[in-house]
């Protein structure tokens, strides 16, 4: 079965432009999560679907960040008026449920510059 | 709020040594630990987690873990290192005990030397 994949795998982009990252989930997983992983750091909790609803957004940095999950399979990350510190690996993972194991995607690498 | 720490960003052993990563956490509640695998340009990947019971974990690759609540450690271990064990090794906790956000350590890049 397929795992968690995300496009594009490399972005570049310029300052202040907006960019979209996809993610399409292990298919029956109901919960799908974005992190973000710095260089030289470990990922981080960016926000949580459960279905189609954000359960816990409280990951984003502001409110140049938004994502979505209209049907509960795909989902896309949206960041308007990017900066160069926005530039990171923006890594998805999906499980069956909130309590399952968490399989993660290769990510997608954000460059802003 | 949880935190993990992972001593060592980088390690390097020998063909057929033992590999030790070390992970501490910070929890007033034993959380659920979990060890995870990245390869170059690749997704995390699961190698052992502890949820309950057993406090001595297997996972995949020959690797296991060990819960040691009085020292708040879960350090990871493999008898002999293969050059395939090459990675980058991440260290992470349940914010809280079984829930979905996942806080994790720095990471430690494992060489393996010929």
């Known amino acids: 079965g397929a795992g968690v994949s995300q496009t594009p795998s490399n972005k570049v982009t310029e300052k202040g432009k907006y960019v979209e990252l996809r993610c399409d989930p292990i298919?029956?997983?109901?919960?799908l999560y974005w992190y973000r992983q710095s260089l030289g750091q470990g990922p981080e909790f960016l926000i949580y679907?459960?279905?189609?609803?954000?359960?816990?957004d409280s990951g984003l940095p502001n409110d140049r960040f938004f994502a979505v999950r209209p049907e509960g399979s795909v989902s896309t990350l949206k960041i308007q008026r990017t900066e160069r510190g926005d530039s990171a690996v923006y890594l998805c993972?999906?499980?069956?449920?909130?309590?399952?194991?968490?399989?993660f995607g290769p990510g997608t690498r954000l460059t802003v510059l | 709020a949880q935190s993990v720490t992972q001593l060592g960003s980088h390690v390097s052993v020998s063909e057929g040594a033992l590999v030790l990563l070390r992970c501490n956490y910070s929890s007033s509640v034993p959380p659920y630990l979990f060890w995870y695998v990245q390869y170059p340009n690749q997704g995390l990947q699961l190698l052992l987690k502890?949820?309950?019971?057993?406090?001595l974990v297997k996972g995949i690759n020959g690797f296991e873990a060990e819960f040691k609540k009085s020292e708040t450690s879960f350090h990871l271990t493999k008898p002999s290192a293969h050059m395939s064990d090459a990675a980058e090794y991440f260290c992470a906790v349940s914010d809280k005990r079984g829930t979905y956000k996942y806080i994790f350590g720095t990471g430690t890049r494992l060489k393996v030397l010929a």
């Open positions: 993972a999906s499980s069956a449920g909130p309590t399952d194991t968490q399989y």
């Open positions: 679907f459960q279905g189609t609803g954000a359960a816990d």
């Open positions: 502890y949820t309950t019971g057993a406090t």
């Open positions: 298919s029956g997983h109901t919960a």
